[in-house]
């Protein structure tokens, strides 16, 4: 029986040193947030891990979320499918179309059976049982129950994945819903984010392969080291917003001056992610520092939230008030109850990281 084909096998046969090999390790190590000490052990987990097969199913999204995948630099898209995964079905990215692609995702599913990971793109409408999407003929109702079977473990990849998304938000004509609402008996890994960030979505793979198991989770069953503190907890505009300095405006002084957008409706008090350190585009930049504020769109509802431009203590209304329909006292009452919502969940979840409803009151007086 010939040996099975180790990572560090066929880095060695494509001529990689062993000194761009630990480079790999570093870049790898400190993007699971691991600590430098943990180098050695993230170099011999993948010198002798093996190619995983992967099996990515895209269901009511719009394709962003593999639009991230590809501009990943850490590593590299490339990297990735060619040298550390085995990427065996893929709507967008396999050369193979029709019933070959069906083919060959039944052909990996049967053979790595159990072992396989799952990633799901998308939420899975239920509505009418599951008839407004479909693929090759069947719903993506019964193609998740079926790829989920032979699942070692699934990452729901995107926030229409992980928490419904925009499908899920009223009326959800659909009856769309996120991954977990279908699957019970499969760890899931939730990668958050309209889309997520490219090197969270290939950190969570590569902690995957490194160790052969999930990353830590946070209570929403994301990965900890990319969401586990809020957006505002590492802000470079947290100052200005201690100090009570918020631009009113996109073009006034203080928007110039890289003022807190906190009073422009930035979500970043109760959004968790890595935007702010991690940021995009190889590092580039990220909303809030090109100077518009965090909607919030890694965390549950985000949509129907709203309020995207209004400062948090007013973004939660009443369906109604959108459409003009509301009275003036339904409205403020709305805004009260979502106020009242926000802080309470602002204070629930992970309490030391998180900006208190008496401090957001404070500011809010300013």
């Not at 990572?7 to 870049?27: E, H, M, P, T, W």
């Not at 709305?334 to 009151?361: C, D, F, M, N, W």
Request: aromatic share 8%; proline share 7%.
């Amino acid at each position: 029986m010939n040996k099975p084909i180790t990572l560090g096998d066929q880095l060695k046969q494509q001529g990689i040193s062993r000194r761009s090999f630990l480079k790999l390790c570093a870049v790898t190590t400190s993007m699971m947030a691991l600590p430098p000490a943990m180098i050695p052990r993230v170099a011999a987990a993948l010198e002798k891990a093996l190619r995983p097969s992967v099996i990515w199913l895209s269901f009511q999204e719009c394709t962003g979320c593999t639009e991230s995948l590809t501009r990943s630099h850490a590593p590299t898209l490339e990297s990735l499918i060619f040298n550390a995964i085995s990427l065996d079905y893929h709507h967008t990215l396999q050369a193979a179309s029709g019933t070959a692609a069906e083919a060959a995702r039944e052909k990996a599913m049967e053979k790595f059976y159990g072992k396989y990971l799952l990633i799901v793109d998308g939420s899975i409408p239920t509505r009418d049982n599951g008839i407004y999407s479909t693929i090759a003929g069947r719903t993506n109702l019964d193609m998740l129950q079926e790829a989920a079977a032979g699942a070692a473990a699934i990452v729901a990849v995107g926030t229409c994945a992980a928490f419904g998304g925009i499908p899920y938000a009223r009326p959800n004509p659909t009856g769309a819903v996120p991954v977990s609402e279908l699957v019970k008996d499969k760890p899931i890994i939730n990668v958050s984010g309209c889309p997520p960030i490219p090197v969270v979505i290939t950190g969570v793979l590569a902690h995957y392969l490194t160790f052969g198991e999930i990353p830590p989770l946070d209570s929403l069953g994301r990965p900890s080291a990319f969401f586990g503190e809020s957006i505002h907890d590492r802000c470079y505009r947290r100052p200005f917003y201690d100090q009570g300095k918020f631009a009113k405006s996109f073009d006034d002084e203080g928007a110039r001056n890289g003022w807190c957008l906190y009073e422009l409706g930035c979500k970043g008090p109760t959004t968790h992610n890595a935007c702010a350190t991690t940021k995009w585009n190889g590092g580039a930049s990220f909303p809030i520092e090109s100077g518009h504020p965090c909607l919030g769109c890694s965390e549950p509802n985000f949509w129907d939230a709203g309020g995207f431009y209004e400062a948090l203590s007013t973004a939660t209304r009443p369906l109604s008030s959108w459409a003009g329909a509301a009275v003036a006292a339904g409205a403020v009452a709305g805004a009260a109850i979502g106020a009242s919502s926000l802080r309470k969940r602002a204070t629930a979840k992970r309490a030391h990281h998180r900006v208190t409803a008496e401090e957001l009151q404070q500011k809010e007086d300013v």
